[in-house]
């Protein structure tokens, strides 16, 4: 089974700095439940950098049960449904998360 610490370290190997152009923004994540935490990933010139840990000041924060995001990040939960379900809650700019989601593969 893939973990949040799995999915978080893989991030940058599937960052697409061709579409990201001058896209420059800190998405965080909270994530609640067993093997949940906190990350935060920055992209910003050609670059995705994942943290662990808290982000002052977040374009947004995403926040959803652990276990939802690995089966959204392995194909198993459709990031709209899960919005629409209520299983992603997104505080801050949308835009820039609905953006971010298109720049790993």
């Known amino acids: ?7 978080f370290a893989a991030m940058p190997g599937q960052f697409d700095a061709a579409k990201a152009g ?5 998405i965080q994540f909270d994530l609640a439940g067993d093997d949940g935490g906190q ?12 943290t662990k840990g808290l982000h002052e000041a977040p374009a947004a924060t995403i926040r959803m049960n652990a276990s939802d995001f690995v089966d959204m990040m392995t194909g198993n939960l459709d990031p ?8 992603v809650r997104v505080e801050g ?7 971010f989601q298109t720049l790993f593969g």
């Open 22 to 26: 001058d896209f420059d923004a800190t």
């Open 1 to 7: 089974m893939t973990t949040v610490q799995e999915i």
């Open 80 to 87: 709209m449904n899960a919005f629409m379900m209520g299983k």
């Open 39 to 50: 990350w935060y990933v920055n992209v910003a010139e050609g670059n995705a950098v994942v």
């Open 93 to 99: 700019d949308l835009n820039s998360v609905m953006k």
